[in-house]
């Protein structure tokens, strides 16, 4: 079983503020998503990124992957009120079972208006 | 498109009893899980279809059972339930071509075990 950790678990801020969440594993990822989970709702697909090094953007949120593909990180610029939730990554791994998603433990966020 | 539904949204059962909660996908995916999700222990995978008549067990499968008779449908049985089992049931689905990499989950299951 693949392990991957997630830091911080919890993170309250005040709003305008920026924010950092990581995501490691001990194992290469073949492919890393970031997942936003709000209160009695099922997670919902933020990016996936697949590249070493590889930068995406999302509006106030950028994504990085690492060059050797084993840790990810998720900032949050000019935190607003609408950030808050639970914020998942998931990883996949070559070979058996490439498909199957392993969930980190997820970062609760509270932005305070 | 509907994309994944669950039924029920909420469930309370009697140690002992057994129920089946219902996943259905339109998007005709390939693949569908389930995940538990408990505080502080994020989602964790159950059991997994690749294909109709295809089932495996995932990292938590003990006390659960799948069956996928249809592309569509992906129910989870719970024989005998234990208040262990007390948990936010969630089901998802992606396709396997080429490209595709969007999990979508359902709205989830949250059941209660006396």
């Known amino acids: 079983t693949q392990l991957l950790e997630q830091s911080p678990q919890f993170l309250s801020i005040q709003e305008g503020e920026n924010l950092t969440v990581y995501c490691n594993s001990s194992s290469v990822f073949s492919s890393l998503q970031w997942y936003r989970q709000e209160p009695g709702e099922g997670p919902v697909l933020l990016v996936t990124?697949?590249?070493?090094?590889e930068v995406k953007k999302l509006k106030r949120l950028t994504f990085q992957f690492g060059d050797a593909r084993k840790d990810s990180s998720l900032h949050i610029t000019a935190a607003q009120p609408g950030d808050t939730g639970l914020y998942l990554c998931a990883g996949t791994y070559s070979g058996a079972g490439s498909y199957q998603l392993t969930f980190g433990k997820g970062t609760k966020l509270s932005v305070i208006p | 498109n509907a994309g994944v539904t669950q039924t029920p949204k909420f469930q309370v059962l009697k140690t002992g009893q057994s129920m089946t909660l219902q996943c259905a996908q339109d998007?005709?995916?390939?693949?569908m899980s389930w995940y538990r999700q408990d505080p502080g222990m994020g989602l964790r995978l159950i059991h997994y279809s690749v294909g109709a008549g295809i089932t495996d067990q995932g990292e938590v499968p003990n006390g659960y059972n799948v069956s996928r008779s249809t592309t569509e449908d992906f129910p989870l049985r719970l024989l005998s339930a234990a208040p262990s089992q007390t948990s936010v049931y969630f089901c998802a689905s992606r396709g396997l071509a080429g490209g595709q990499n969007t999990q979508y989950f359902g709205p989830g299951t949250r059941l209660t075990v006396l």
């Open positions: 990124v697949v590249t070493g090094g």
């Open positions: 998007m005709n995916h390939e693949y």
